[in-house]
């Protein structure tokens, strides 16, 4: 069974940075695709950044672009989502999120089935 535990996030001001953490267990998976979305309240729930395990090809939205990293440790089965520059609109649940075995990343959400918990992340001006 595939779990996903997300650590990271809390409070911070604007400019400030934050770094997410989403360890994978239960995974088989070599080829598979790591993301990270986010939904604030009355939101869509919006794709942000995500990464292949096999290559490291990255997408980020045209939001977090210069501002947002996604990176993977393959050894710890962990992928991270560096944050820096926050801004209030970045003010959300953040989730981490994984496929099963793919080439591509999913753009939807309904191409990741599995997920983490989810984190709030607060940016105050």
Known sequence: QVHLVQSGG?????GGSLRLSCAVSGYTYRNKCMGWFR???GKERERVATILSFGGSTYYADSVKG??????DN???TVYLQMNSL????TAVYY???????NVCPSAPSGF??????TQVTVSS
């Open 10 to 14: 809390g409070s911070v001001q604007a």
């Open 39 to 41: 939904q604030a309240p």
């Open 67 to 72: 501002r947002f990293t996604i990176s993977q």
């Open 75 to 77: 050894a710890k089965n």
């Open 87 to 90: 801004a209030p609109e970045d």
């Open 96 to 102: 981490c999120a994984a496929t099963g075995w793919v």
């Open 113 to 118: 089935p599995y997920w983490g918990q989810g």
